[in-house]
């Protein structure tokens, strides 16, 4: 176990609505990434947030949106749910936003119906 | 998108035979680093390799890495029914963010 939770770990959203993913990072780590994961395909980076501020973000819509707080958990939002943004959606928090090693949580699986 | 390509993208094998994964991406990176996926969930980081190393080692783990040809190799020595899961490289291309570039994964499947 790597000390990252993530919920929901399962949920199912209709096309145009608005989701809310949630991450509790590990104790001690101040940097939190976000990867989309699509069935049959490795994880691709969505943003980091590192001390509350988004610090880097893939090639990503706007419509995908993240929060970090004071305790250093993380919030992903996305926005006008296509079916295209079902897949596994991976949380992983890192002692430093340059430190090398990622601890990913077990992610949230995202169906859009 | 995907940083680069595994080969192959499925292998079967027996247990106690050894395994062999390759990657290989596309532009200049700060680490290489290997990562299981079980059955679809989270990844566990098996092993990171720096761009100025070219061999390590971790258990039954062995990494190679070729920066001149940009590919990379995991050797699981002496499978294990256990170490059937999906295999993925990631790169750190370094800078203010340590965002990962993943590869495709390759499935492994070791029979019993």
């Known amino acids: 176990e790597t000390g990252v939770t993530q919920s929901p770990t399962h949920l199912i959203k209709t096309r145009g609505q608005q989701v809310t993913l949630r991450c509790s990072s590990q104790s001690g780590h101040n940097t939190v990434s976000w990867y989309q994961q699509a069935l049959g395909q490795g994880p691709q980076f969505i943003f980091q947030?590192?001390?509350?501020?988004?610090?880097g973000r893939g090639n990503f819509p706007p419509r995908f949106s993240g929060l970090q707080f004071p305790n250093y958990s993380s919030e992903l939002n996305v926005n006008a749910l296509e079916l295209d943004d079902s897949a596994l959606y991976l949380c992983?928090?890192?002692?430093?936003?340059?430190?090398?090693?990622?601890?990913f949580g077990q992610g949230t699986r995202l169906t859009v119906v | 998108s995907q940083q680069g390509e595994e080969d192959p993208q499925a292998l079967s094998i027996q247990e106690g035979e050894n395994a062999t994964m390759n990657c290989s991406y596309k532009?200049?990176?700060?680490?290489l680093q290997w990562y299981r996926q079980n059955s679809g969930r989270g990844l566990v980081h098996l092993i990171l390799i720096r761009s100025n190393e070219r061999e390590k080692h971790s258990g039954r783990l062995r990494v190679t890495l070729d920066t001149s040809k940009k590919s990379s190799s995991l050797l699981i020595t002496a499978s294990r029914a256990a170490d059937t899961a999906s295999y993925f490289c990631a790169t750190d291309p370094g800078g203010a963010t340590n965002k990962l570039i993943f590869g495709t994964g390759t499935l492994l499947a070791v029979q019993p």
């Open positions: 532009t200049s990176i700060n680490n």
């Open positions: 992983a928090s890192s002692p430093g936003h340059t430190a090398p090693e990622a601890f």
């Open positions: 947030y590192y001390r509350e501020e988004e610090n």
